[in-house]
Nanobody, 117 residues
Framework: QVQLAEFGGGLAQPGGSLRLSCAAS????????IHWYRQAPGKERELVASITSGGSTNYADSVKGRFTISRDSSRNMVFLQMNSLTAEDTAVYLC???????????WGQGTQVTVSS
């Protein structure tokens, strides 16, 4: 079983920064891809950023240049550094593993990010 736990959300002002963390219960070097999604009220869930076991990263166009996904394999954690935040970044942010062994589509409980003055 794989458990994912996100934390680090909160209230930020426009233009501010937050750093989200996702802690995994397994060795993340054995996970091919880890993703950050976000879900805003009334909107579809959006893939924000991904990182592979090889360290390759991908970003949604809406966050390129502002968000950075990274990992610390020694702590089995993945991070999402979010800079230059806007109100449009307000959402619940969720960590996802799409495949781990025979397991599919694993999610954490999410962490709320609110950007407001």
């Amino acid at each position: 079983q794989v458990q994912l736990a996100e934390f680090g959300g909160g209230l930020a002002q426009p233009g501010g920064s937050l750093r989200l963390s996702c802690a995994a219960s397994v060795n993340i070097t054995t996970i091919a891809r880890i993703h950050w999604y976000r879900q805003a009220p009334g909107k579809e869930r959006e893939l924000v950023a991904s990182i592979t076991s090889g360290g390759s990263t991908n970003y949604a166009d809406s966050v390129k240049g502002r968000f950075t996904i990274s990992r610390d394999s020694s702590r089995n954690m993945v991070f999402l550094q979010m800079n230059s935040l806007t109100a449009e970044d307000t959402a619940v942010y969720l960590c996802n593993v799409d495949k781990f062994g025979t397991l599919r589509d694993l999610w954490g409980q999410g962490t709320q990010v609110t950007v407001s003055s």
